[in-house]
């Protein structure tokens, strides 16, 4: 009865989107309005249903798949299964802690086998540390500020916002006119085109221009939130941002520098945040002893 | 005269009251995941739940909820694994259709889906998906994360707050 009522409801909805445009487009061909016309009011009739948060789960992961598989064209795994074991255990204990620890298919970590200091998260879960990164880490606190920022990332579907709208549109179009599960060969290429699309803003935004910066400080709030929930010092993040001043790679210009705000910038933000707490967990030499111990294959 | 109730009045009024009878029916939105005998992640699962399973809420705690499956077992799940149904009784009549229209599982397995993936390898034989797929492969228990949390004094065990 609930399925039968919510159907109808969105049939009902789809149905009025639909009216619109096809009006829409019989008036575009009688060349009673311009092009432009046409498809801003094509835009507009399917506003309302294409943004980010209509992505569902299990298409967040679908795109969350083919990213992973980008950035790893782009750098090559780090294929040692003790530091990924140590990296995905430490990767869970924060996704506990975190405001969003179920997602379709999970978090997965992985290092990558570049001497370039970055961090990277698809959409999905996937999440991607470099050697580079982790050997300016000196405690555990460190890794697990930058890993919680990534699920910062994540949590936040900070990934799939940076998707054009355009490509929402033209997806959903067809989701909408389609029932079937399996489409048909028109319909695969133009969710192809979409999604080849949305594929393209996501990497571009995480390789190459970086996030909003609002969205790198909204990370940086959630590391620490997420530092505090499991019991890490925050001031892992401070500590690891005060390496990153000074570090002649930061010059570079490359990883992480290009693609996040200064470090100083940074710093004062994270450092207002963490003085604003009434309480924060201390570090523990235990955690240090297995931290060195993790990343010996490192140094 | 007699004037007929506009037919947006009737559906609207019809939803409301759908949702009031099934506001408690949870639905799995992750591929899979556990029914916990405790609300806890390492807790031990009283046995696994899958994507479109259906489960009646009873009550909730910080983040969980304790629901029970149609075979008549209890257990908890955390609130991210489940859609909660959107259904707002405040909600305007435009809001209720966009919440209604983007359900999870109304859209399962559409648009972006494994066909379409599919399709993208078919044009792009360079991308690789070899490590992605190898990265899916690399699960950690939840008993050693909690192995890992003790030894670390993390969480409960420590300093988590
Ligand atoms: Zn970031």
Not at chain 1, 193 to 199: M, P, Q, S, V, W
Not at chain 2, 35 to 62: C, D, H, M, W
Not at chain 2, 111 to 128: C, L, M, W
């Amino acid at each position: 009865m609930a399925l039968v009522s919510a159907g109808f409801t969105a049939v009902l909805f789809l149905a009025s989107c639909a009216a619109v445009q096809s009006g829409a487009d019989i008036l575009a061909g009688t060349g009673q309005i311009s092009e432009s016309d046409r498809q801003s009011i094509a835009k507009t009739s399917q506003a309302v249903s294409a943004t980010f948060s209509q992505i569902t789960e299990e298409q967040e992961y679908y795109i969350g798949r083919s990213v992973a598989a980008l950035i790893l064209a782009q750098y090559p795994a780090y294929d040692n299964a003790a530091l990924n074991t140590y990296i995905n255990t430490l990767g869970q204990a924060i996704v506990y802690s975190s405001d969003r620890p179920e997602i379709y298919a999970g978090y997965h970590f992985l290092v990558l086998d570049t001497e370039e200091v970055n961090a990277l998260s698809a959409p999905g879960g996937f999440i991607f540390i470099s050697k580079g990164l982790i050997r300016r880490c000196k405690n555990e606190e460190m890794l697990a500020s930058i890993l919680a920022h990534e699920v910062g990332h994540v949590c936040s579907k900070h990934g799939l916002q940076a998707i054009k709208k355009s490509r929402l549109v033209d997806a959903f179009r067809v989701i909408g006119t389609e029932a079937a599960r399996r489409y048909g060969s028109e319909e695969v290429a133009q969710l192809t085109t979409a999604f080849e699309g949305a594929l393209g803003d996501v990497f571009e935004t995480l390789v190459v221009r970086g996030y909003d910066r609002k969205y790198e400080h909204e990370a940086d709030d959630l590391a620490v939130k997420f530092d505090v929930a499991v019991g890490y010092a925050p001031k892992g993040l401070t500590d690891f941002l005060q390496t990153m001043i000074g570090d002649s790679t930061t010059a570079s210009g490359k990883g992480w520098f290009k693609t996040h705000p200064s470090a100083e910038q940074r710093m004062d933000k994270v450092k207002s945040r963490i003085a604003a707490l009434s309480s924060v967990p201390a570090e523990a030499s235990v955690r240090t002893k297995r931290f060195e111990q993790s990343v010996t294959a490192l140094k | 005269m007699k004037r007929p109730i506009p037919l947006t009045m009737t559906v609207s009024l019809l939803i409301l009251i759908v949702s009031l009878l099934v506001a408690e029916t949870l639905t799995v939105k992750v591929q899979s995941t556990s029914l916990r005998n405790t609300p806890k992640f390492y807790a031990p699962a009283v046995q696994s739940l899958s994507a479109g399973e259906k489960v009646e809420k009873i009550s909730a705690q910080g983040g969980w909820i304790q629901v029970r499956t149609s075979g008549g077992v209890v257990g908890w799940v955390h609130s991210s694994a489940v859609e909660v149904p959107k259904f707002d009784l405040l909600a305007s009549n435009k809001g209720l259709k966009t919440q209604a229209s983007a359900s999870e599982v109304a859209l399962a397995g559409k648009g972006f889906n494994k066909q379409v993936e599919e399709s993208y390898r078919a044009k792009h034989k360079d991308v690789s998906f070899a490590w992605v797929d190898r990265m899916l492969q690399i699960k950690i228990a939840a008993a050693l994360v909690e192995e890992f949390m003790k030894k670390g004094k993390l969480g409960e065990f420590g300093g988590g707050q």
